[in-house]
């Protein structure tokens, strides 16, 4: 992927998926639905300007963070600004009572958090370093989707890290030149949309996905003629003892730790839906070529996985149905999610998203900066209030358990609701991994979460 001959500055076309969030931006402004925040605590001796110098050093290197988008003849583009335009901001809150400081410090993030980014200006990063105590400071980062994704947050605390220890010491920062940025991806892709490859990948999905229908849940409300974004979260846990049970489940079987897990939860959405055709969506890193692994950008990709559960399965043939599913859907992600809508053509319905309405996925530990001379770093947990899709399942696998929540939309699901299918999620983990040759049937769906249920639909 060879980076163009740009001069600074230049217009660029966006990539898709950049040009889909661009859309949504435009068809509903003022939103704070796409931002994507990370927080670290700092306690111990901050040098507050290497901090500075650190930070303003991964906006310089990474031009997708210092962008604003034009309307252009063909179609929205990047404009890559000057790194001054990125101004970090320091809140002092040392001369406030500590069990104040740290409330108004959650307002600030909460503020930040809710405050929609302009894609007409730039840069697409904002900074606040709370100063809570002398030795004790919270740095809260906030990117626009449309220029991050979760592998760019390893990427940016990696190099902040970096650049942190290098001002410390008054050195130049020892981090090699990037090879290509964002646009040259961007650039790329258009490039290759028409190739063979491509449009065989483009062919798969059509056949795979015909006549299907999203798995909608039982709500508790009617679905509202326009989305409106408000989400709360409900969390999951699965203790270190059910966790190593899944995983010897998963070897014996040659799955892994995440296709077990969807598949339990493709059983449970079949039970609670009534619908044996299930189909959720996962992200995807979509950094398949090597140039981009140190970018920072919107790389990660959707797979809509869809998986057939009719004839009454035992879970061990369930886990055969969802490893074929996904190792299929693997082989052929380079399909931008965007161009999968534009070819399938879904019927659009602004209160509903295109092709699935639940999300899946399984992480591991959320990145931190290491390495940061005289301090000790702790991750900073944030509430994000926005939901988009019916419900998104997000666990973290720390190596013992799983733990993480299922974010939900609250114009449909009450809190109640989706604690119970929380509690479901576990207990039917629990009984298919101790009788995985049981037919999927024998679990009883607990009252009020059954297809049939008193419910909205």
Not at 180 to 189: H, I, K, L, N
């Amino acid at each position: 992927m060879p980076g163009p001959d740009r001069r600074a500055h230049a217009p660029t076309l966006l990539s898709f998926a950049q040009q889909r969030l661009w859309f949504l931006d435009r068809l509903r402004p003022g939103r704070p639905d796409h931002n994507v925040p990370t927080a670290v605590r700092l306690r111990g001796r901050l040098d507050e300007e290497a901090l500075t110098r650190a930070l303003t050093e991964v906006v310089r290197r990474h031009e997708v963070l210092r962008g604003r988008i034009v309307d252009a003849e063909d179609g929205p583009c990047h404009v890559t600004e000057p790194v001054e335009t990125f101004v970090p901001t320091l809140t002092d809150l040392t001369h406030t009572p500590a069990e104040q400081a740290w409330q108004r410090a959650r307002e600030l993030v909460a503020a930040d958090l809710a405050t929609p980014f302009d894609l007409g200006a730039a840069p697409k990063l904002r900074a606040r370093l709370i100063r809570v105590a002398p030795d004790d400071h919270l740095l809260v980062l906030v990117i626009h989707h449309i220029a991050c994704d979760g592998w760019s947050l390893s990427v940016l605390w990696q190099e902040f890290a970096v650049g942190y220890g290098a001002a410390v010491d008054g050195r130049p920062s020892a981090l090699a030149d990037l090879p290509v940025q964002y646009a040259d991806f961007a650039d790329w892709q258009r490039s290759h949309q028409g190739g063979t490859a491509l449009l065989d990948q483009l062919a798969y999905w059509r056949e795979h996905l015909a006549d299907m229908s999203p798995s909608v849940l039982p709500t508790d409300r009617a679905r509202p003629a326009v989305w409106s974004g408000r989400g709360d979260q409900v969390g999951i846990e699965i203790p270190a003892e059910l966790a190593d049970r899944i995983r010897a489940l998963g070897r014996a079987h040659e799955v892994t730790p995440f296709m077990t897990l969807l598949a339990a939860f493709q059983v449970l959405l079949a039970r609670c839906t009534g619908q044996a055709d299930v189909t959720v969506g996962t992200p995807i890193s979509g950094r398949t070529r090597i140039e981009v692994e140190p970018l920072i950008g919107f790389f990660v990709n959707t797979l809509v996985l869809r998986t057939d559960l009719s004839g009454d399965p035992g879970f061990t043939e369930v886990l055969a149905r969802v490893r074929r599913c996904a190792v299929e859907a693997y082989a052929h992600q380079d399909v931008p999610f965007e161009r999968l809508v534009q070819e399938l053509r879904p019927e659009r319905d602004l209160g509903q998203h295109p092709l699935f309405t639940v999300m899946f996925q399984l992480e591991g530990p959320p990145a931190l900066p290491s390495g940061l001379p005289d301090l000790e770093v702790s991750g900073h947990q944030i509430q994000n209030e926005v939901a988009k899709f019916d419900l998104e399942v997000s666990l973290t696998d720390d190596g013992e358990r799983f733990t993480g929540a299922i974010r939900y939309a609250i114009d449909l699901f009450d809190r109640d609701t989706v604690r119970r299918l929380s509690e479901a999620f576990g207990a039917l983990l629990d009984q298919l991994v101790a009788g995985p040759e049981r037919p999927i049937s024998a679990w009883e769906t607990p009252a009020g979460l059954a297809a049939g249920d008193d419910g909205a639909e």
